[in-house]
């Protein structure tokens, strides 16, 4: 199991930007894809994105075009660039390291961090 740590979070005028870094520890990091997920007062947690061991990623259509994942497996770390932020992305995000399944679905991650508030005012 890895061990995450989010934080970047934080509040943030609609439009404006913010990037989010999930710090990691343990044995697989570099094997693993990892995930944000993200989950609003009264909502279930959803996908946000996921890049894999070989970088390739995948978005939710909500976040397509104005989120960026990356990894950097020398720091241990995985990023979430957020741009041109809206007050639907105000929740709580959460770091995610998979285990098996598909990408999209929280029960295919057994590595989750504390979650780190992200607040969009309008």
């Known amino acids: 199991q890895v061990q995450l740590v989010e934080s970047g979070g934080g509040l943030v005028q609609a439009g404006g930007s913010l990037r989010l870094s999930c710090a990691a520890s343990g044995r697989t990091f570099s094997t693993r894809h990892m995930a944000w997920f993200r989950q609003a007062p009264g909502k279930d947690r959803e996908f946000v994105a996921v890049?894999?061991?070989?970088?390739?990623?995948v978005y939710a259509n909500s976040v397509k075009g104005r989120f960026t994942i990356s990894r950097d497996n020398a720091k241990n770390t995985v990023y979430l660039q957020m741009n041109s932020l809206k007050p639907e992305d105000t929740a709580v995000y959460y770091c995610?390291?998979?285990?098996?399944?598909?990408?999209?679905?929280?029960?295919?991650?057994?590595?989750w961090g504390q979650g780190t508030q992200v607040t969009v005012s309008s």
């Open positions: 995610a390291g998979h285990y098996s399944g598909g990408f999209t679905n929280t029960r295919s991650y057994d590595s």
């Open positions: 890049i894999t061991w070989s970088s390739t990623t």
